[in-house]
């Protein structure tokens, strides 16, 4: 910075100045993005984590429901097999019928109902509040799915490569969100009692109490009919095929319907859900870190190429005076030198050319991964009635900003160097890269501002002595300095064109501007001859009066008068004082 300052170099100053914004902007959104990526991956790991205890709570409900159902179950099979063995035992003798007393009907009777209340209670659960509390549970779970799923998705997608393609993790995410899906259709399944046993355990509990209904009413009356007792004997296999059914079905995830029409089923168990979910967590979480770094890798990496890049345009623009006071010795040298100097900008040029690709695909990709972190932002603070609730995406911006800036200056620079217009970064990968808004008319102030500023101030040093005018004979090594980059006139044309440009700017305006700078540049270069040359003078003359100087004080001294002398004479002109008056010429 010492040098561009010392030698007035705007234009790399500009150069300077847009690289070290670029940097400063882009640490921040590094920073700001690793920072959002810590606080989001702790939720996640909250969310997640209260999803699996939830689940697992459904699991246990529903398990401890579904055994307590079986051990009912056998229960009523006991029960409903040892009144059929005594119906063939004791009751039907062959083809014989024997008349049961009234203590078997109401040992039956009551048997019946006992069994009916046990599957009266499981067929509860299928209902009422038992079930409305076992649902909103599920629908709780439900939506802690989805908040964490999205929440996944927006960490994931800040985490695309730089051909935008989004990380393994997401396919992940999306297998898990499948097979939790499944998790929670299984636990709804079982829990309302869709995979058959409300539809079977309905019809057992209406069967038996129709019969339980029947034998109070004949209790009551003159007993059980022989025909009656023959239907109950009947009925009792078909109560226990629906009780084996029950058994069956109970911790089925698969619906009846799905069942009945053969449909492939596999189930699935939560803790494997639950395995892929931590795994996915740790991998998650491992990869936003490594991304981050890798971020902030590339990102020093590029500031060194800048920085190393704008090194070596000084070490080409700025001249070494060192040896023969920035003369050269013969036209052969000379010739050497511009050859040399030529070289260098065609690598120079090269270097730019692999340069600006990565800093704009680069500047492209980080404001791509933290586009949707800043609008979150700006909606937040705008609700919150900040003042200044856009800043963080006019920061944004400001990395489209300043990388287009750079590249634009960089465009200037080397077509000076190059004698022909020279452009980095075309319109069209501008758009591919940042989009159409405001890509063009910045592109083109850019290029056309930077020559006023730059006529201004070397206006400005050119005139800092008593008159507006150049007086190369009074320049000091300041002046040399000051023409180190380029020195211009004033050029009218190129203000009025600043102020009039439109939004419909085309590569045509873009390469006169650039054209009329190479003018300017040719015209400086013919000053920059003539300012050698005076100083050159300059220098002659000062060595002239050195040799004067020095003359005198090698010529011979006069006698020193003694002390009285010296009185008596004091007052007196000394004899050299008299012989300068008498040699002056009279006018």
């Not at 179950?73 to 004791?90: E, I, S």
């Amino acid at each position: 910075m010492k040098v561009i300052e010392r030698n007035q170099l705007t234009l790399s100053r500009k150069l300077y100045v847009s690289e070290k914004a670029w940097t400063k902007v882009i640490k921040h959104f590094i920073v700001l993005l690793a920072s959002q990526d810590t606080a989001d991956l702790s939720d996640l790991q909250e969310m997640t984590e209260q999803f699996r205890e939830l689940l697992n709570r459904i699991g246990v409900e529903v398990e401890h429901a579904e055994n307590s159902s079986r051990e009912k179950l056998r229960m009523v099979q006991n029960g409903l097999t040892k009144w059929m063995q005594y119906f063939q035992d004791n009751v039907f003798r062959k083809t014989s019928f024997s008349n049961t007393k009234g203590e078997v009907l109401e040992e039956i009777l009551q048997d019946f109902k006992n069994l009916e209340k046990m599957l009266n209670e499981d067929l509860e659960q299928y209902g009422g509040e038992v079930l409305l509390m076992k649902k909103e549970t599920l629908k709780t779970a439900a939506n802690l799915q989805k908040r964490w799923t999205e929440l996944g998705q927006t960490v994931l997608s800040r985490h695309k490569d730089i051909n935008g393609v989004l990380p393994p993790e997401l396919r992940a995410m999306e297998e898990i969100n499948e097979r939790a899906n499944e998790l929670c259709q299984q636990y709804s399944v079982r829990i309302n009692g869709e995979n058959g046993v409300t539809r079977i355990l309905t019809g057992l509990v209406s069967s038996m109490e129709d019969w339980t209904f029947k034998m109070l009413t004949n209790k009551r009356g003159s007993g059980m009919h022989e025909s009656d007792w023959l239907k109950l004997f009947r009925v009792i296999p078909d109560w226990l095929t629906q009780v084996a059914a029950l058994m069956t079905v109970i911790g089925s995830g698969q619906s009846h319907e799905d069942r009945s029409n053969r449909k492939p089923h596999v189930s699935v168990v939560s803790g494997d859900v639950f395995k892929m979910i931590q795994q996915w967590i740790l991998t998650t979480t491992s990869g936003a870190e490594k991304d981050n770094i890798q971020l902030t890798q590339e990102m020093i990496d590029l500031h060194k190429a800048l920085t190393m890049w704008i090194v070596n345009l000084l070490t080409l623009m700025v001249p070494d005076h060192s040896s023969n006071k920035g003369l050269l010795e013969n036209e052969s040298e000379a010739a050497k030198d511009q050859e040399l100097k030529r070289l260098r900008g065609y690598k120079l040029e090269e270097e730019a050319m692999n340069l600006v690709p990565k800093l704009s695909r680069f500047s492209s990709y980080v404001m791509s991964c933290c586009k949707e972190l800043v609008d979150v932002t700006v909606r937040k603070k705008q609700a919150e009635l900040d003042s200044d609730y856009n800043y963080e995406l006019r920061e944004l911006e400001k990395i489209k900003t300043e990388c287009l800036d750079w590249i634009n200056t960089c465009n200037l620079l080397l077509s000076e160097f190059k004698g022909s217009p020279v452009s980095l970064l075309s319109l069209e990968e501008q758009r591919n890269l940042f989009g159409p808004q405001e890509t063009q008319p910045q592109m083109h102030s850019i290029v056309v501002d930077s020559l006023p500023e730059e006529i201004s101030e070397t206006s400005s040093e050119l005139g800092k002595d008593k008159t507006e005018d150049v007086d190369v004979d009074k320049k000091s090594e300041k002046g040399k300095e000051v023409l180190g980059e380029k020195l211009k006139p004033p050029a009218p044309d190129v203000s009025s064109d600043a102020s009039t440009v439109s939004s419909e700017v085309t590569e045509d305006t873009i390469r006169e501007a650039e054209i009329r700078a190479q003018n300017a540049e040719e015209r400086s270069e013919s000053l920059d001859e003539h300012l050698e040359e005076a100083l050159g003078r300059i220098q002659d003359l000062e060595k002239q009066l050195e040799k004067a100087l020095k003359a005198q004080e090698v010529a011979p001294k006069p006698e020193v008068p003694s002390q009285e002398e010296s009185k008596t004479t004091s007052h007196k002109p000394s004899a050299a004082a008299r012989s300068k008056k008498a040699s002056r010429p009279k006018h």
